[in-house]
């Protein structure tokens, strides 16, 4: 029978003891600024694959290497171009992913057998506790089932993940809610393939100008590229306006709804309407999204509506997220 996964608050002690189970070739999810990720060493195959196995993650779809520290990135890759030491100078630790030209040590598994590897340094302190701890790379995507939301808090990764991995360190919730921005630097100019918590304009004020791209072939450059992904268990209807008359159709039909706008929720007395509502500023929403999103899930309503925060390149990575979550929507910013 499965055990249970462990979950331990993020104490030096429980820190030493996360790093002991990687190095063992097992798996830890411990928070980052950005969400939840699920560690194992980044150089050891056979413990990469468990991540695969217990996400049910595709094998096309890589996963980012997380490092400590600029000076780890020689190991893992080829070349380091002049753009990525200035955006790691600007940025790391943060929520930025490079993709940079893979180097040989890296296993086929982490790539998706692809020539570039994406890698990024957290700045959560536990995150770089258990990175020094360990000694290594770890390959780390969101701690969550392949394509579902992903985890902001420990209890969300208990939920989706318990007796598949070993040990969960509760950080408390993560500050950004929304995963890293992916910029590839091996092309000319360098491709934006994921909106992430560092926007668009703040890149380019040190690169110049990005290039942006969604989605592409077979095996991805980069992980969060598929069209389906970070969806909530429950179908979201997503609205222009407040959602007021979507709701009251649902309620007439009998449904529980879950109500998500951006700002005050109108007041109501229905039993079978959830309400939530997340900050109008772009940071606040990213935030509690994903958090939002999973109190719907377990609130066990039939349908979520969710009103659309504003659509300029402030909610740019709001809108990539939404937009994943029911594949088709043509509400995103984000250029094809």
């Known amino acids: 029978m499965p055990r249970p996964t462990a979950v331990l608050p993020a104490s030096r002690d429980a820190i030493v003891r996360a790093a002991a189970v990687i190095r063992a070739g097992g798996l830890v999810a411990f928070p980052t600024e950005t969400v939840y990720g699920l560690g194992a060493n980044a150089l050891d195959a056979a413990a990469v694959g468990q991540i695969f196995q217990a996400k049910g993650r595709l094998a096309t779809n890589p996963v980012i290497v997380h490092i400590a520290q600029r000076s780890a990135l020689d190991g893992l890759v080829a070349d380091v171009p002049k753009i990525a030491d200035r955006l790691a100078a600007q940025f790391w630790p943060g929520p930025l992913?490079?993709?940079?030209?893979r180097g040989t040590a890296v296993p086929d598994i982490v790539t998706a057998g692809g020539p570039t590897v994406a890698v990024r340094a957290p700045a959560h302190p536990v995150a770089q506790e258990l990175l020094r701890a360990c000694d290594l790379p770890l390959a780390a995507p969101s701690a969550n089932r392949s394509m579902c939301l992903s985890p902001t808090r420990a209890e969300h990764v208990l939920r989706g993940l318990d007796t598949r991995i070993d040990l969960i360190l509760d950080g408390g919730p993560c500050s950004g809610g929304l995963e890293?921005?992916?910029?590839?630097?091996?092309?000319d100019p360098p491709t934006l393939l994921r909106p992430g918590l560092i926007r668009l304009g703040d890149l380019e004020a040190v690169v110049g100008p990005i290039a942006r791209k969604r989605s592409e072939g077979h095996v991805a450059r980069s992980p969060g590229m598929m069209s389906r992904h970070y969806s909530p268990q429950t179908p979201i209807d997503f609205t222009a306006d407040d959602g007021q008359?979507?709701?009251?159709?649902?309620?007439?039909?009998?449904?529980?709804?879950?109500?998500?706008?951006?700002?005050?929720?109108?007041?109501?007395?229905?039993?079978?309407?959830?309400?939530?509502?997340?900050?109008?500023?772009?940071?606040?929403?990213?935030?509690?999204?994903?958090?939002?999103?999973?109190?719907?899930?377990?609130a066990g309503v039939n349908r979520i509506v969710l009103a659309l925060p504003p659509e300029d390149d402030a909610w740019l990575a709001v809108h990539d997220r939404l937009s994943r979550m029911t594949p088709g929507i043509a509400h995103t910013t984000f250029a094809v």
Do not use: F, I, K, M
Request: glycine share 8%.
């Open 245 to 298: 008359e979507r709701v009251a159709e649902l309620l007439h039909q009998g449904l529980r709804v879950g109500w998500l706008t951006c700002g005050p929720v109108p007041g109501s007395n229905d039993s079978h309407l959830v309400r939530e509502s997340l900050p109008n500023d772009p940071a606040g929403y990213a935030a509690r999204l994903y958090d939002a999103l999973h109190r719907l899930d377990a």
């Open 97 to 101: 992913t490079l993709v940079l030209p």
């Open 180 to 187: 890293s921005t992916v910029l590839d630097v091996t092309t």
